[in-house]
């Protein structure tokens, strides 16, 4: 029985798909954080300020009513018709005169 054998080793695909995820790993994070300007670190990462803001009004009250009766009524389903396959003739029309 003859084998199949690639024209490519399975090792050439190998690092090759391993390059193109590093270039799309740097292409896609590590260049757009390095146009925008030097690269930050940890240490120098600072939090903005506080913000005041007033809350007007400074209490929400919410009101809530339940119904007292439940109504639970059967649900009524028709009986299907019967429909008939036969071709339905009018009658005929008499003529007066």
Do not use: W
């Not at 400074?58 to 299907?80: C, H, N, W, Y």
């Amino acid at each position: 029985m003859n084998r199949y054998k690639s024209q490519t080793p399975r090792a050439t695909l190998a690092i090759a798909a391993f390059a193109l995820a590093a270039l799309t790993l740097c292409l896609s994070v590590i260049a757009p954080a390095a146009i925008e300007g030097h690269p930050v670190t940890a240490s120098k990462l600072t939090t903005p300020g506080t913000i005041d803001a007033d809350i007007v009004p400074a209490r929400i009250d919410v009101f809530g009513v339940r119904e007292k009766m439940i109504s639970l009524q059967p649900v009524t389903v028709p009986e299907p018709k019967m429909i008939s396959l036969q071709p339905v003739v009018p009658p005929a029309v008499k003529k007066q005169g």
